[in-house]
């Protein structure tokens, strides 16, 4: 605009030149000055609103287009489609595990995860292909062509190789949700939702591609009825806690239990953890979840103290629960009332909590520290804590992975396992190794000096009233020697136990 208004005065100045009888050298120089200053203003408003533009349509973080452009985009192809019906596809994509990532290693993290998708998925982009960052973990793909699966399949084998953050190599998976169109929706809002959709279904099937299917529309109801009926069970007391036997490994008697939850649904039966954490934890509701778990077992510990049963209890936090102010008030009122000793109580944690926000997780561990409860480190093993860090923390317990116990006798878990348990006994730590599933796996643990066992092999998670007779049952006396080899492994009768889950 300004260019056009700038040309006026510069031709004014020529018919100058052509009427009034100056040097024609001046006049030409001063239309050309004006013509380029005009053009200077103009270019510079011009290139100021074509970045602004650009800006409204990038998300700054990854630099990958944003959901503006994605709406502007949608809107084009929709267009030229009515017209001609070319058909093309909206995959979202999800990445697994990027809220532990981001709790457990920080948001800087986080932020370089979503850069790096970015990075990687941008060269792999044919020219009509768009890909842009929605918001948190979630990217989107608009394919042209009624073929989209091969592209959603190069989305997720990108995110393959793990990624180097902060001289770690993490491993993210993805899940990815496809809609069609004209096939599955004819707007851009709703190839949306149903990609939405079909991708929470390929989450809940444990990562991978999941194209839209009407019936699962059916699902996403389904997902916010079980969060409200969620809410409903804490309040009915439909959680209910399984309990899973420890063993000292050298003695083989029982020294204590881990209380795993469980939802008595009342018209899907008795539901693992796996089926609703994610919700629990989606819905925010953690805190009251864990209240309910401890509360049950701790009475429980008592119970079976008062019947002489010397064990202790031990139940599982989430990374919620350490952002809990009220914790400690709740643990230690929590004791006063039962009369539980502390050290009767264990807390178990995972190690990528603890590195989510370590300073505040150092405080509140300190805390329960001083209270006198055990602390534990879950699943030790599969995340990014040294050993020298967790000697830093008030902690006293390890519990090795069941990863490392599936194939105890490859030489290199044994290996693992032996200088894993002799460098946690020099630190002052207790052992426990989770998922003993055979007698040569216990028996390998005992010649390897590890504490504690708990595994299939020794029970499964029993009801509370199966895991009292389990427990008031004679003891099995000191464990047998290992049998000679190729002879089949006996279970003791006594580790065959009723009501198992
Ligand atoms: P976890 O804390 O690692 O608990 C051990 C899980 O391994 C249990 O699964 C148990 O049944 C299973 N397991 C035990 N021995 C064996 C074995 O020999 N072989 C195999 N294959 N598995 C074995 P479960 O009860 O389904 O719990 C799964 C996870 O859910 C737990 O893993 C824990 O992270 C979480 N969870 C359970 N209860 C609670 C709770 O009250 N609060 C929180 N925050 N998390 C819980
Ligand atoms: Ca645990
Ligand atoms: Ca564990």
């Not at 004014?12 to 004006?34: E, G, K, N």
């Not at 970045?51 to 409204?56: I, M, R, S, T």
């Not at 939802?263 to 919700?279: D, I, K, N, S, Y």
């Amino acid at each position: 605009m300004k260019t056009r208004l700038l040309l006026v005065p510069a031709l004014a100045v020529l018919m100058v030149d052509v009427f009034v009888q100056v040097p024609r050298s001046i006049t030409l120089l001063t239309a050309l000055l004006l013509v380029v200053v005009g053009w200077g203003l103009g270019h510079d408003t011009h290139s100021r609103l074509i970045e602004l533009q650009h800006q409204v349509r990038t998300d700054p973080l990854t630099g990958l287009a944003n959901r503006t452009a994605l709406y502007e985009d949608l809107a084009v192809r929709l267009t030229a489609s009515r017209e001609g019906d070319e058909p093309f596809a909206v995959l979202l994509l999800d990445l697994d595990r990027f809220k532990e990532i981001n709790d457990s290693l920080g948001h800087h993290v986080g932020d370089q995860l979503l850069i790096e998708v970015g990075h990687r998925l941008q060269p792999m982009l044919r020219d009509q292909d768009l890909f842009v960052r929605l918001g948190g973990d979630e990217f989107a793909m608009v394919v042209p062509g009624d073929e989209p699966l091969p592209a959603a399949r190069r989305l997720l084998s990108a995110l393959t190789e793990p990624f180097l953050l902060d001289g770690m190599r993490v491993r993210v998976g993805g899940s990815v949700g496809v809609a069609r169109y004209p096939d599955d929706a004819r707007d851009a809002n709703g190839l949306l939702q149903r990609a939405d959709v079909a991708m929470y279904v390929a989450k809940a099937a444990g990562g991978g591609v999941s194209p839209y299917d009407p019936q699962h529309d059916q699902h996403s109801r389904e997902r916010l009825r079980t969060v409200e009926q969620l809410r409903a069970a804490l309040l009915a007391d439909e959680l209910t806690v399984y309990y899973q036997p420890q063993c000292d490994v050298a003695t083989g008697l029982a020294v204590g239990a881990e209380a795993l939850v469980r939802w008595r649904h009342p018209t899907r039966g008795v539901l693992a953890p796996e089926w609703f954490l994610p919700l629990v934890e989606q819905a925010g509701l953690m805190s009251e979840l864990t209240r309910t778990v401890m509360e049950q077992a701790v009475a429980q510990c008592v119970s079976w103290r008062s019947r002489g049963l010397d064990v202790g209890v031990s139940v599982n936090l989430s990374a919620s629960n350490l952002l809990d102010e009220d914790l400690t008030d709740h643990v230690v009122a929590l004791l006063g009332s039962s009369g539980l000793p502390a050290e009767a109580l264990t807390l178990e944690l995972t190690e990528n909590l603890l590195l989510s926000d370590p300073e505040r997780c150092l405080v509140t561990l300190e805390r329960l520290k001083a209270v006198g409860v055990w602390l534990s480190i879950d699943d030790y093993g599969t995340g990014y804590c040294s050993l020298s860090y967790l000697q830093s923390l008030p902690v006293d317990e390890l519990k090795l992975d069941r990863a490392f116990l599936t194939d105890l006798e490859h030489s290199r878990n044994t290996s693992i396992v032996r200088s894993t348990v002799d460098l946690a006994h020099d630190l002052g730590l207790r052992v426990v190794a989770e998922g003993v599933e055979d007698a040569a796996g216990l028996d390998l643990l005992r010649q390897l000096g590890c504490d504690t066992a708990q595994g299939f092999f020794l029970s499964r998670p029993l009801t509370a009233d199966a895991m009292t007779a389990w427990l008031l049952a004679p003891a099995p006396g000191p464990p047998p020697p290992p049998p000679p080899p190729g002879s089949p492994a006996l279970v003791p009768a006594l580790f065959c136990a009723a009501g198992a889950a």
